[in-house]
């Protein structure tokens, strides 16, 4: 369970495969605590998980945690990031559409003239 890594996978394929590894080996007599795997599932996550990954601790000192209960933070969390990430996405996209633009609106009024240029409703 230790070399288990989130990598790519989405976060339901990550914590199914600590599913499927606790179930064989509660099948054969020999079950891991809900804490061992909380604390390897945790370990397994990559930085930008860091934040959270560090509050369940102290969450699970409060408040029992059940696996259930940190699968449904983690995909809370997955959904979190990934919006999180699509709002800096479009924000960049955005500033970098600005900036070639005005670049673009820069360059272009260097052939028309002197004065007050306008591109696409902006004035340089």
Same mark, same amino acid.
């Given at each position: 369970?230790?070399?288990?890594?989130?990598?790519?996978?989405?976060?339901?394929?990550?914590?199914?495969?600590?599913?499927?590894?606790?179930?064989?080996?509660?099948?054969?007599?020999?079950? !891991? /605590?809900?804490? &061992?795997?909380?604390?390897? =599932?945790?370990?397994?996550?990559?930085?930008?998980?860091? $934040?959270? +990954?560090?509050?369940?601790?102290?969450?699970?000192?409060?408040?029992?945690?059940?696996?259930?209960?940190?699968?449904?933070?983690?995909?809370?969390?997955? !959904? /979190?990031?990934? &919006?999180?990430?699509?709002? =800096?996405?479009?924000?960049?996209?955005?500033?970098?559409? $600005?900036? +070639?633009?005005?670049?673009?609106?820069?360059?272009?009024?260097?052939?028309?003239?002197?004065?007050?240029?306008?591109?696409?409703?902006?004035?340089?």
């Amino acid at each position: 369970l230790n070399q288990v890594k989130k990598g790519s996978q989405s976060m339901n394929e990550y914590l199914q495969q600590f599913k499927k590894v606790t179930d064989q080996l509660a099948a054969h007599g020999s079950p !891991i /605590s809900e804490d &061992d795997v909380i604390l390897c =599932v945790l370990d397994g996550l990559p930085p930008s998980y860091k $934040q959270f +990954s560090s509050s369940i601790p102290i969450r699970a000192r409060i408040f029992t945690l059940s696996f259930v209960e940190l699968h449904m933070l983690l995909i809370c969390e997955e !959904i /979190s990031l990934v &919006d999180e990430s699509a709002t =800096v996405n479009v924000a960049i996209a955005f500033m970098s559409f $600005q900036m +070639s633009k005005n670049n673009l609106c820069r360059n272009f009024s260097n052939y028309r003239g002197r004065g007050t240029q306008q591109c696409g409703g902006y004035s340089n």
